[in-house]
């Protein structure tokens, strides 16, 4: 506090870095010590794309098609992570009193948002991992794999800006009610429609796969089955690079928006005396 | 005549009739009022028509829009039909969570004088109505945009009716059944119906014809009746022009109803087992108003 009563926050990247840590932390160990999650939040994507993979299978799609669905089973665990681990998560700790701890604490809320999408995507990797190789197994998928490294930043950079897109509904929902649980719900299967989680995003038409591509999954899963499936180019919507490029601009905007969004609504909600309030 | 309506009047003050009737409102008011009429409208349609959508798609990639396909009926009433099913089972077995931890008054519903599996059911049964009404638009939705071979005079209406009660009867039973489990498990409470849910979704061969799957899962699915429900009802809806799979075509429709009618019978008598059972393990073990924060 300083001559004039004023409150400054401690900032710098120490403490960053700290509170990023503090927050993750829950989550990196969740799994080890409570492990009847794996089954749960495995068994379920595993039923979903099953059950796509057995429709491909009555209408005797071609090979590659089961490999798409599996894909796209395999980033729903992180869609699924985004939506209830990331966008309702602030939601959720006002509503269980953990938001009041975040808010009197000196460290920045965007670390504990930070903090989140980290342990987020370790968890969810860990549950992606687990359905992508028991589907794979299970249905036979071959993979001919163009180039591992492109594969990898393309990846990265899809998780990178799904969880900036995370992060900025995270702090929209700081300023949800009740309703917030079901506007989350309604993004679930219209996302896996409109992203094209089971099918080529581009047999919805160019324009149509365009305006999705605001969801950095789209992009994602087409440049990643464009890499996985090299054999045949013609059922990527766009070429790699661009995706590469797009997926760039989208996590700096995600992650900009976010920022720019927590802190106005924190402002907002102090001014107001509402951020840690409870609405049933 | 007038005898039986004052039965039927004096049954409406049964304990059980009227806190089922109660708790369906309840569970309605709770439902329907978070939002505006439009945005209401919105959300019950637009998730169902995206999940339909996604097969329409999957389906006309692969045989280039060939809609006119018995499988293509098969498959889009198939998945409009399980909405019900999702709807009814997560609906009770949520109903239990969200009066538990959100709005905190499972001790007021178990020292109130009121029958428990009653009120279960009937906080279900708001969320039935929810699954009818995007089941309604979304087969709507398919007799107008798609050729699905819907005739409302040409529906065995009988046998709609007939499958749909007592089909619904055992889902809403097995609903109960995973409510129950809700009030002594402390973890992954939200997560049970969602996982039964989408387990029947694979093996009842809800969007795809059992014969796809390996032969060990179809095991499974016969012993489900869900199966049997989501068969007499096509064949209801679509009368000749259901697609006939060998795995179900030599059940004839008395056969289906017959099955279907024993499994929900089970399902209704473990209900009850098990529902009894869970809350008196709740309240001697002072669970009845945990708060999981889960």
Redesign the interface.
């Known amino acids: 506090m300083n001559a004039e009563g004023r409150v400054y926050k401690a900032t710098g990247i120490k403490l960053f870095w700290r509170m990023l840590l503090a927050r993750a932390y829950p989550r990196f160990v969740s799994p080890i010590r409570?492990k009847?999650?794996l089954f749960?939040?495995t068994?379920?994507p595993l039923?979903?794309t099953?059950?796509?993979v057995?429709?491909?299978?009555?209408?005797?799609?071609?090979p590659e098609?089961i490999g798409f669905v599996v894909i796209g089973g395999t980033m729903s665990a992180f869609w699924l992570n985004v939506l209830f681990g990331m966008a309702m998560q602030l939601y959720w700790d006002k509503e269980?009193g953990n938001l009041d701890a975040y808010i009197l604490s000196p460290g920045p809320i965007m670390a504990i948002l930070a903090g989140m999408a980290l342990g987020g995507m370790v968890v969810a990797a860990s549950r992606a991992v687990f359905v992508l190789v028991i589907a794979s197994l299970a249905f036979q998928v071959t993979y001919t794999i163009s180039s591992l490294p492109l594969l990898i930043l393309v990846f990265l950079l899809t998780l990178l800006a799904l969880y900036g897109m995370g992060m900025m509904f995270a702090a929209v929902y700081l300023a949800a009610?009740?309703?917030a649980w079901?506007i989350n719900?309604?993004f679930?299967?219209?996302i896996?429609?409109?992203s094209g989680?089971?099918?080529?995003v581009k047999?919805?038409g160019f324009w149509f796969a365009a305006a999705a591509s605001i969801i950095p999954l789209t992009l994602g899963l087409d440049a990643m089955r464009q890499i996985l499936f090299s054999g045949d180019p013609a059922l990527g919507f766009l070429p790699v690079e661009v995706e590469i490029l797009l997926l760039i601009v989208l996590s700096v905007v995600f992650l900009a928006v976010s920022q720019w969004a927590l802190v106005t609504l924190e402002r907002i909600g102090r001014r107001d005396g509402r951020i840690i309030e409870r609405r049933? | 005549m007038r005898s039986s309506l004052a039965a039927f009047f004096s049954a409406r003050n049964h304990r059980a009739l009227r806190t089922f009737l109660t708790a369906t409102w309840l569970g309605w008011r709770q439902e329907a009022s978070?939002?505006s009429a439009p945005v209401f409208a919105?959300?019950l349609i637009?998730?169902?028509l995206?999940?339909v959508?996604?097969?329409v798609?999957?389906?006309?990639?692969?045989?280039d829009g060939a809609l006119e396909q018995p499988?293509f009926a098969y498959?889009y009433l198939g998945n409009a039909l399980y909405i019900l099913v999702g709807q009814l089972v997560g609906g009770i077995s949520m109903a239990v969570v969200e009066d538990r931890e959100?709005?905190q008054m499972m001790k007021q519903i178990h020292t109130a004088p009121i029958n428990g599996y009653a009120y279960m059911l009937g906080r279900g049964i708001a969320k039935l109505l929810l699954g009818v009404i995007s089941a309604l638009v979304i087969t709507g939705v398919g007799m107008l945009f798609f050729p699905l071979p819907l005739h409302p005079a040409a529906f065995d209406w009988p046998l709609l009716i007939t499958s749909m009660a007592v089909g619904l009867t055992g889902i809403a039973a097995l609903g109960v059944i995973i409510g129950a489990l809700n009030m002594v498990i402390p973890?992954?409470i939200g997560?049970?119906g969602?996982?039964v849910a989408?387990?029947l979704?694979?093996f009842t061969g809800?969007?795809?014809?059992l014969d796809?799957?390996p032969t060990w899962m179809q095991s499974i699915g016969f012993a489900l009746p869900i199966t049997y429900w989501l068969e007499a009802s096509r064949r209801a809806l679509l009368g000749p022009d259901a697609a006939r799979f060998p795995t179900l075509a030599h059940f004839d429709d008395l056969a289906l109803l017959q099955v279907l009618a024993l499994g929900a019978l089970g399902f209704v008598v473990v209900s009850i087992v098990v529902y009894r059972w869970a809350v008196y393990r709740a309240k001697a073990n002072d669970l009845i108003d945990m708060d999981t924060?889960y």
């Open positions: 409570e009847s999650w749960f939040e068994f379920l039923m979903a099953s059950a796509y057995f429709v491909y299978k009555a209408v005797d799609a071609p098609f269980i009610g009740r309703d079901q719900s309604l679930q299967e219209p896996y429609f409109i989680f089971y099918f080529p047999t919805l049933r | 978070w939002a919105l959300y637009l998730r169902p995206s999940s959508l996604i097969l798609v999957m389906y006309s990639v692969i045989t499988i498959i959100h709005y973890r992954h997560s049970i969602d996982a989408a387990a979704f694979l809800a969007i795809f014809p796809v799957l924060s």
